[in-house]
């Protein structure tokens, strides 16, 4: 081997082992779509703080009332009734449940309302996911889904929250 070829080689694995330890994201957002045709937009923004990552959901569109907000398996928001979602993302293989309150889903994050005119808001900071790690607790690559009804926690496996009226791929910013 040249001389040029050992150092061209020593350059690449350089290059590769800094591209191994590239600082994980700190921000990622999902851009929600109306599916099953609603007419539900809006943002959910994440953000890694410290050991938590919070996460900010602003909607409209909605009927005024209560919605469940899941995060799904999948990141694919194809499917007109984002079915193509999945289940709920359930890393620890857990019953479907109440956020914070063991068993629980990972992807259960609860419910939010509407307003008369159809906006909602909620915003929660959770320490059992993470962002851009690659862990089995990474939210990036997930869906979020909002559901046409409220999660009454307890039917298995999905709390009878209803269709989907969006959907969401969560993606680093």
Same mark, same amino acid.
Request: aromatic content about 2%.
């Given at each position: 081997m040249t001389k040029t070829m050992v150092g061209a080689l020593l350059v690449t694995v350089a290059f590769l082992a800094g591209s191994a330890h590239a600082k994980a994201p700190t921000k990622a957002a999902a851009d929600l779509q109306s599916k099953s045709g609603s007419s539900v937009t809006g943002t959910a923004t994440f953000t890694k703080q410290g050991g938590k990552v919070s996460?900010?959901? *602003?909607?409209k569109?909605?009927? $005024? &009332?209560? @919605?469940?907000? @899941?995060? @799904?398996? *999948?990141g694919d928001c194809s499917a007109p009734?984002?079915?193509?979602?999945? &289940? @709920?993302?359930? $890393?620890?293989?857990?019953?479907h449940g109440k956020w914070g309150h063991s068993p629980y889903h990972r992807g259960?994050?609860?419910?939010?309302?509407?307003? #008369?005119?159809?906006?909602?808001?909620?915003?929660i900071a959770s320490d059992v996911w993470t962002l851009g790690d690659g862990a089995t607790t990474d939210v990036l &690559?997930?869906?979020?889904?909002?559901h046409a009804k409220e999660d009454d926690f307890t039917t298995q496996p999905t709390g009878n929250a209803g269709g989907r009226v969006a959907c969401g791929?969560? *993606? #680093? *910013?």
């Open positions: 996460m900010t959901v *602003k909607l569109g909605l009927t $005024p &009332g209560t @919605h469940a907000i @899941h995060l @799904h398996d *999948k009734d984002a079915a193509s979602a999945g &289940g @709920h993302w359930n $890393p620890t293989s857990e019953d259960d994050i609860g419910n939010l309302v509407a307003d #008369a005119k159809g906006n909602a808001t909620l915003t &690559g997930h869906a979020v889904v909002v791929v969560i *993606k #680093a *910013k």
